[in-house]
T-cell receptor, first 114, second 117 residues
Framework: DTEVTQTPKHLVMGMTNKKSLKCEQH?????MYWYKQKAKKPPELMFV???????INESVPSRFSPECPNSSLLNLHLHALQPEDSALYLC?????????????FGNGTRLTVT | QQQVKQSPQSLIVQKGGISIINCAYE??????FPWYQQFPGKGPALLIA?????SEKKEGRFTISFNKSAKQFSLHIMDSQPGDSATYFC????????????????FGQGTILTVHP
């Protein structure tokens, strides 16, 4: 089992819904990440939090809104999504943003936008 | 400058054979090169990683070979098993501050490995 826990595992939402994805890690890591992965493609970086501050936003549309309430939790708030946003959303953590520590990924939330 | 090119896209190997996946990078600021293994329905998991100050690293059946001058690195899976069937991603990372690639993992496009029994 992964040490990065993501909930829910599956989510189906309409284009007018508001939902949130949650991620939790208890490894004491200070960097947390959101990635988006389409089928048969590599993960694409969306956001990076370092010491609970947003340090990288990869020009992600504003319908995706990240939040880092504390060092163990990371949320991704979703609003007015499009069908093309359907994908596997992966959370990851590492000891620090600029270290050699590897990224630990969760198993993702499979999102379907109808 | 940010690309990592991975080949082949797919690979079929018989049980007991050697699986070889190759990657090439452009940005010389990259200083950490991990390989991730991903099974269907799961997140990527770190398999093995190397820094450019060594030319080879071996962990069990998995070996990374690194050629700094050619900016290439490869994953060798010895005695491949059906349980190794998964998607493999090479990646590159810049650990020191500065530049737009700092702290960002750049992935190759992935290789789907199938090991037949």
């Amino acid at each position: 089992d992964t040490e990065v826990t993501q909930t829910p595992k599956h989510l189906v939402m309409g284009m007018t819904n508001k939902k949130s994805l949650k991620c939790e890690q208890h490894m004491g890591h200070r960097a947390m990440y959101w990635y988006k992965q389409k089928a048969k493609k590599p993960p694409e970086l969306m956001f990076v939090y370092s010491y609970e501050k947003l340090s990288i936003n990869e020009s992600v549309p504003s319908r995706f809104s990240p939040e880092c309430p504390n060092s163990s939790l990371l949320n991704l708030h979703l609003h007015a999504l499009q069908p093309e946003d359907s994908a596997l959303y992966l959370c990851a953590s590492s000891q620090d943003r600029g270290s050699y520590s590897p990224l630990h990924f969760g198993n993702g939330t499979r999102l379907t936008v109808t | 400058q940010q690309q990592v090119k991975q080949s082949p896209q797919s690979l079929i190997v018989q049980k007991g054979g050697i699986s070889i996946i190759n990657c090439a990078y452009e940005n010389t600021a990259f200083d950490y090169f991990p390989w991730y293994q991903q099974f269907p329905g799961k997140g990527p998991a770190l398999l093995i990683a190397i820094r450019p100050d060594v030319s080879e690293k071996k962990e069990g059946r998995f070996t990374i070979s690194f050629n700094k001058s050619a900016k290439q690195f490869s994953l060798h899976i010895m005695d491949s098993q059906p349980g190794d069937s998964a998607t493999y991603f090479c990646a590159a990372y810049r650990s020191n501050a500065g530049g737009t690639s700092y702290g960002k993992l750049t992935f190759g496009q992935g290789t789907i490995l199938t090991v037949h029994p």
